[in-house]
């Protein structure tokens, strides 16, 4: 599912070059929100030269719509994002001259201090991304470094278009990085088990959802949700329909031997769990419920 994130960071830059109070970032996030956009916006420049840390937290504190805050790779700004909490974060380089980001981080072999940031927003909780130039090293490198996704910079491409120049071979390229090793999901997927390592991913919006979704088009054996919040781990755990329902742990859990029950002797893929000669009790069928924190089977 293709979503809509708007950057209001210009509205910050008109009402500073005013000197006044206005046009004010945070109604224009509250506009952003009322007409249906996916996330919001906006990088806290280390010279603050558009939007402010007063922004910053009082745009986070909008409810029912996600931040994405850009901000350079620093001690500073990794204080300031593990205080705010926004939903994103998404590491940008900067240079004080310029008028806006020029480029992609530069992911050399020493990005030490990168892991290092990257490692302590996710640990709040908080995805990660890095702004990266369109090469397939790069993303490598970002995900050798543990961002959750990256996002590029089309500089050369909207420069090239701009100026009326031949950009084709560019937008190939950026086109093929995108799409190299995925492409858009259809029903047919859904429904499709693939002998090998293929994943059909399908973007939810909420729990509600992506029970409808697993009950249709799973298998009814194992499900597993990651999540904090209680509530919506408990919906999933009653509403999924398959005989195993977890979380917070991995579905390598699924396993007879893991449940106590001794030696697997054939494997079951669907709702029911056991295979051959069974008894009326082993036509009925049941479900496990398995609470943990985080454990994955080693």
């Known amino acids: 599912m293709i979503r809509l994130g708007i950057n209001i960071d210009h509205v910050a830059t008109v009402r500073n070059a005013r000197g006044a109070n206005y046009p004010d970032p945070y109604k224009a996030a509250l506009s952003v929100k009322k007409f249906g956009a996916s996330s919001i916006t906006v990088?806290?420049?280390?010279?603050?030269?558009?939007i402010t840390d007063r922004d910053l937290f009082k745009i986070v504190g909008i409810k029912n719509i996600k931040v994405n805050l850009e901000i350079a790779p620093t001690n500073e700004m990794l204080k300031i994002a593990l205080k705010a909490?926004?939903?994103y974060v998404c590491l940008v380089p900067e240079k004080r001259e310029e008028i806006t980001t020029e480029g992609g981080l530069k992911l050399n072999k020493d990005n030490s201090k990168i892991k290092k940031i990257i490692y302590y927003l996710k640990k709040k909780?908080?995805?990660?991304?890095?702004?990266?130039?369109?090469?397939?090293?790069?993303?490598?490198?970002?995900?050798?470094?543990?961002?959750?996704?990256?996002?590029?910079?089309?500089?050369?491409?909207?420069?090239?278009?701009?100026?009326?120049?031949?950009?084709?071979?560019?937008?190939?390229?950026?086109?093929?990085f995108i799409s190299s090793k995925t492409k858009i999901a259809t029903k047919k997927d859904w429904e499709t088990e693939y002998l090998s390592p293929t994943i059909s991913v399908k973007g939810v919006n909420g729990v509600e959802e992506a029970v409808d979704h697993i009950n249709k088009y799973g298998s009814s054996h194992t499900d597993s949700i990651v999540t904090k919040n209680k509530k919506t781990a408990k919906k999933f755990l009653l509403n999924i329909k398959s005989s195993i329902a977890i979380h917070n742990a991995s579905t390598q859990f699924a396993d007879g031997g893991e449940f106590g029950f001794g030696a697997e002797v054939g494997i079951s893929t669907g709702k029911l769990h056991?295979?051959?000669?069974?008894?009326?009790?082993?036509?009925?069928?049941?479900?496990?419920?398995?609470?943990?924190?985080?454990?994955?089977?080693k």
């Open 274 to 297: 056991p295979r051959g000669p069974v008894g009326i009790n082993q036509l009925t069928t049941y479900k496990y419920i398995l609470e943990g924190k985080g454990q994955i089977r």
């Open 125 to 176: 909780g908080i995805r990660t991304s890095l702004f990266i130039e369109p090469a397939i090293q790069d993303i490598n490198r970002s995900k050798e470094l543990g961002a959750d996704c990256v996002e590029l910079h089309t500089g050369k491409f909207c420069n090239m278009l701009n100026s009326n120049k031949k950009f084709l071979n560019e937008f190939i390229k950026i086109k093929k």
């Open 85 to 87: 909490k926004p939903k």
């Open 43 to 50: 990088h806290l420049r280390e010279d603050r030269r558009h």
